[in-house]
C-alpha cells in the first residue's frame, strides 16, 4: 500500500485496492460483482439541509457527490432486450452436450451507447444468480467457481497474448515459456475446474480479421467457444461495418463468426421518444438535489438530445458533473447549466444544440 488515502471514494493503492475498479481483472471483477448496490442518501429538505452544523452538509454533500457517480445502469429498453438474449443463449448453452456448437452474442454500436455499462451489469447480474442456486460442497468449492471471465481485446492482439491474458485473469501459473497449444490446454483445464459459463470479450472492434494476426486471433477465439462450451459475448463498436461477420470476404457464406454469433445492435434513443423521456425521469430522480423539481429535465429533452445525440454516454456524463456542481450551491440543474456543461468533442460536433424550454 502507499499510504495514500484521498478525500473521496475508496482508498488508492497497490494490490487489492488498486485493482478494485479493474473489471478485466478476475479480483477487479470479484469486487465489482459483490459490491454493494450505492444506497440513495436520505432526502431531505432545504430548511433541514440548512439547520446542519458545517461538518453534517460537509458529509451529506460529499455523500451525495459519491452516489451521483456511482449510481445506475438506469432500465431502458435495450437493456431489457440484451438481458434477455444473453440469458436465454446462457440457458440453451448449458444445457447443449459439449460437442454441440454454440452460439454466442455480439452487443454492436456507436461510441458511448452504454454497451460496456449494459454487458457489466448483466454478467454481473448472472453471476449473482447462479452463485446463489448453487450448491457448494465447502468454501473451496466456492471460491474455485468463476462463472464469467471478462477480458478485453488490445490493439493488434495475438492469439498467445489473448490466452496469456485469461490465463493472467484466471490466476494460471506461467513460467513465460508456454506455447499457444499449451496455453489453451491451460484455459481448457481452467474451465472444467472453475465451471466458466460466461466469457465477456470487450473492445472487440480491434480485431483487424482482414489482417494475419486479426484472423488468427478471431479463430483463437471460435476455438476457444468449442473446447469450453461456454457462452461468449462481444462488445464493440461498429462491429458489423468493420467486416468481423464477414471475415473471409465480403458475403457471409463463409464466415463462422456469422453462423455462432447473435447479432444484436444498439441504437441511439430517437428524439421525443417515450423511452428518451422515461430516461430522463429516472436519472433525475437519482440526482439527490434539494431544490430540483421533478420534471425539469423532461422539460428540456430535446435541449439534452442535441447536446448529447441521443447517446447514454454523453448523457450521463453531463447530467453527473452538472448535478456534482449544484451540491451545496443552486441545488438544482436548470437550461443554463445544461447549456453550458462542457461535452466531448464528438458530442460537440454531432449534437445540434436545441432549446428544450425554459427555466
Partial sequence: MTGIILPFGPPQGDGEDAQGDNIYTYDGWRAFVNRPVPTPPPAMTRALYEALPREGRELYDET????????????????DVAKQVIKEQVDANVRAP??????????????NLGKTTMVKAI????????????????????HL?????????????????MAQAICHYLHVPLR??????QLVQAIHEAVRRHRILLFVVDDIHFLR???????????????LMSLTGATFVYVGVGVEELGILQEHGPTLATSQTASRFIHL?????????????????????????????????EKHAALLFGRSGGSVGPLMNLLRKAALQAVGGQERIGA??????RMDYKSMMDGSLEEGGSE
Fill in 145 to 161: 467457481f468463476i462463472p464469467v471471465v471478462h477480458v478485453t481485446l488490445q490493439r493488434d492482439t495475438t492469439p498467445k497474448a
Fill in 336 to 341: 443554463q447549466a445544461l447549456r453550458q456543461a
Fill in 265 to 297: 445492435p444498439i441504437p441511439p434513443f430517437e428524439k421525443g421518444s417515450d423511452a428518451w423521456t422515461r430516461l430522463l425521469r429516472a436519472v433525475e430522480g437519482h440526482l439527490a438535489l434539494l431544490d430540483q423539481e421533478p420534471g425539469t429535465l
Fill in 209 to 223: 480479421v482482414r489482417s494475419k494476426s486479426g484472423q488468427e486471433t478471431s479463430n483463437f477465439l471460435k476455438s
Fill in 123 to 142: 454478467a454481473r447480474q448472472f453471476e449473482r444468480s447462479i452463485r446463489a442456486r448453487t450448491s457448494f460442497a465447502g468454501p473451496e468449492a466456492e
Fill in 176 to 181: 513465460g515459456r508456454e506455447t499457444e497449444h
Fill in 98 to 111: 459439449l460437442d454441440q456448437v454454440k452460439t454466442g452474442v455480439i452487443i454492436d454500436g456507436h461510441a
Fill in 64 to 79: 451525495r457527490r459519491t452516489y451521483i457517480m456511482q449510481f445506475g445502469p438506469i432500465n431502458t429498453p435495450m437493456l
